[in-house]
């Protein structure tokens, strides 16, 4: 049987454990909900944007934007960027290692997909948040050393950031290719790290950042009304392309953070319950060694008393 003493050491160590998981899990509840109350307030405008976007793609509309140029190559090399965006901080379960494996599997299925086709690959990760970047570079993947970015508390002016680095990258030809990796909050419990394309942009890219309601093609020719663009669709189109790749990288970031804050809820909120249980076996542990103690005790005394009288 365990000494008494030690397993009040080791309720209180535990207790002590669960007192500073509570904390963290009432501040990732806090740091969530403000997260989502900024995603909720700039995404009307930004779906509005999206879907009039939409409907331009849709309609027999002649765009001469670079952003929509998707070079067919039949040799050569497929130069793709992947921005990732993952935590600083752990104790959020599988957040950044869910991240990370669809990272990998992504570049390995373009990997195989362009030496089906006889064509090389080069890419890089730009990735945000040290925990994955750190995990890719030990697998050997490519990494940029110098691109380092925070997601924690994300703003509009930072995604506008990187929105311009993405597009400079893009319009100089130093990629064919950009991706956008992050993680998507469908509900408290269920969260999975999605892939989309950021540029070329398409329809399929759009429409898989929209509500399921909205659906393609947009509302206005679902109900059969004709949009007229002023001076023409091409001129809209390029003045809502800025807009839509500034809102894109924000809706990733805070949607990533949000998650992350929500799967460290989650795992505080776990951990606190294997606590309180760990406490309680422990206590019975205890009661069960305190009258393991008593019972010697009073076993000593009746035998010390048995002796007394045999003398």
């Known amino acids: 049987m365990e000494n008494p003493n030690e397993i009040k050491k080791r309720i209180k160590s535990v207790d002590d454990i ?66 990732v965006l993952s935590g600083d901080q752990g104790l959020a379960g599988v957040f950044n290692n869910d991240l990370v494996k669809s990272t990998e599997q992504h570049v390995q299925k373009k990997i195989l997909e362009n030496t089906s086709k006889g064509l090389s690959t080069k890419y890089t990760l730009y990735v945000f948040g040290k925990l994955a970047r750190e995990k890719l570079k030990k697998n050997g993947y490519n990494v940029d050393p110098e691109f380092s970015f925070p997601i924690a508390e994300p703003t509009f002016f930072q995604a506008r950031e990187v929105a311009m680095i993405i597009k400079e990258k893009f319009l100089t030809n130093q990629y064919d290719l950009v991706y956008l990796i992050y993680t998507k909050m469908e509900s408290a419990i269920n969260m999975k790290p999605v892939i989309i394309r950021l540029v070329p942009i398409d329809r399929k890219s759009i429409t898989a950042v929209l509500p ?28 809502l392309i800025d807009t839509y790749l500034n809102a894109m990288v924000y809706g990733a970031m805070v949607e ?56």
């Open 18 to 83: 669960g007192q500073m998981t509570r904390a963290m899990q009432l501040v990732s509840a806090a740091k969530m909900r403000r997260s989502r109350a900024l995603h909720d307030t700039v995404y009307p405008f930004f779906s509005l944007c999206a879907e009039s976007m939409l409907e331009i793609l849709h309609g027999d509309y002649v765009i001469d934007n670079p952003y929509c140029n998707l070079e067919q190559k039949k040799e050569g090399t497929w130069k793709i960027a992947y921005f």
């Open 212 to 239: 399921p309601d909205i659906g393609e093609p947009g509302v206005a020719l679902e109900q059969g009304s004709e949009m007229e663009y002023s001076p023409n669709a091409s001129t809209v189109f390029n003045f």
């Open 256 to 311: 990533s953070y949000s998650s992350e804050q929500t799967a460290r809820m989650t795992a505080m909120d776990n951990a606190s319950k294997n606590a309180d249980e760990m406490i309680k076996k422990l206590e019975l542990l205890s009661n069960r060694a305190r009258q393991s103690k008593i019972t010697n005790e009073l076993t000593e005394i009746i035998n010390g008393a048995e002796q007394a009288d045999n003398i």
